[in-house]
C-alpha cells in the first residue's frame, strides 16, 4: 500500500469538538468515518507564507488511509494523499497525482 502525492483537494471534515481530530471525511458524495489516527505533524516554522500553520493528519478510514491537511489561516482541510486502494474510486480518477520528491538515479 503506497501513498500517492496529490494537489490538494478540498475536503468537508468533521472534527472532535475539543481535540480537532478528524470523525469523519466527505468527498465528491462519499462519506467516511474514521476508524484510527496513525500519525499528527505540527508544521509551526516549515510552510508557505499563504498557506500559514499547519497540521497533517494520517488517518485510517473504513477501506483507505488518508494524509489531511488543515490550515490554520484559512481554516480548510485538504487531501494531500491517499492509498492505492482509493484510487480505484470514481473521484480519484481526476485528480493529478504530483510527480515524487524524491526520484531514484
Do not use: C
Not at 470523525?23 to 474514521?34: D, L, N, P
Not at 505540527?42 to 494524509?67: C, K, M, N, Q
Request: charged content about 20%.
Amino acid at each position: 500500500m503506497a501513498m500517492q502525492p496529490i494537489s490538494p483537494v478540498p475536503v468537508a471534515v468533521t472534527a472532535h469538538w475539543r481535540t480537532g481530530a478528524p470523525i469523519a471525511v466527505a468527498f465528491e458524495g462519499i462519506s467516511r468515518k474514521v476508524t484510527q489516527v496513525l500519525a499528527l505533524r505540527r508544521e509551526y516554522g516549515v510552510f508557505r507564507a499563504d498557506e500559514g500553520p499547519r497540521t497533517l493528519w494520517e488517518i485510517e478510514t473504513e477501506d483507505a488511509s488518508l494524509v489531511l491537511s488543515f490550515s490554520r489561516r484559512t481554516g480548510a482541510w485538504t487531501i494531500q494523499a491517499f492509498d492505492d486502494e482509493w484510487a480505484t474510486l470514481p473521484f480519484a480518477t481526476g485528480i493529478p497525482e504530483l510527480e515524487p520528491v524524491l526520484v531514484h538515479a
